[in-house]
């Protein structure tokens, strides 16, 4: 295969979770009558809880971080721990890297509390080396470096790497830093495909392209 090393988003790329993610976040801006933007979900989603409840404070919302962040989880803590599933042919995918000798490893912006107990439910948290959250490096994946930070982490050149992620903004910083990127298909971020596809190496509508992705040429 050509890339052996993978870094994945969870949300929206390896589970079903953005509709979730959307109704959390907007949920507290309207019970607080904040106005936001129409692009506001591509905006927050690299940022992981803390980091949008800093930007909610940019917005108006008169509320402490921690507060925030509190709601956030109590409001989505339940579906990440009963209800949110694998994307279509995620698991046989990702058996299928495994069994080729892939080292695979999680990004994300969502905190270890939805991450781990939602991974383990599935069945898959023991396939992957390396489970971050963005909280793991006090960053945001809005920040070129923490994907240089994730590569020192692993121990492998970063153009070795292959990241995969639904968000513009998030493979759009990934590009800069150096590593490969794979854009992925989420109903979420279908307003975004072209834009995706201008930043990134590779594109897949289904995660089991991935395993083709070898017989293609770099963009």
């Known amino acids: 295969m050509k890339f052996k090393i993978y870094l994945f988003d969870f949300d929206g790329t390896l589970v079903d979770s953005m509709s979730t993610f959307v109704s959390v976040m907007l949920r507290i801006l309207k019970e607080n009558n904040i106005a936001f933007e129409s692009d506001i979900i591509k905006i927050i989603t690299p940022l992981g809880y803390k980091g949008t409840a800093k930007y909610f404070k940019k917005l108006g919302l008169d509320m402490p971080e921690e507060q925030m962040v509190s709601k956030m ?77 994730a590569a020192e982490k692993i121990g492998k050149p970063i153009d070795e790497i292959l990241f995969l992620d639904d968000n513009y903004d998030a493979d759009k910083t990934a590009k800069l830093s150096g590593i490969k990127v794979c854009g992925v298909y989420d109903l979420s971020s279908e307003d975004y495909i072209n834009d995706i596809k201008s930043v990134a190496d590779y594109y897949i509508y289904d995660f089991s392209e991935i395993l083709e992705l070898e017989m293609k040429k770099e963009s």
């Open 73 to 149: 989880n109590t409001y989505a803590l339940e579906e990440y721990k009963y209800r949110i599933g694998a994307k279509k042919n995620v698991i046989c995918t990702l058996e299928k890297l495994k069994e080729n000798g892939a080292d695979l490893n999680i990004l994300t912006a969502s905190p270890h509390s939805m991450l781990d107990v939602c991974l383990k439910r599935l069945g898959i948290y023991d396939m992957f080396t390396n489970v971050w959250s963005c909280d793991d490096f006090y960053t945001t994946k809005a920040d070129v470096n923490i994907y240089k930070m």
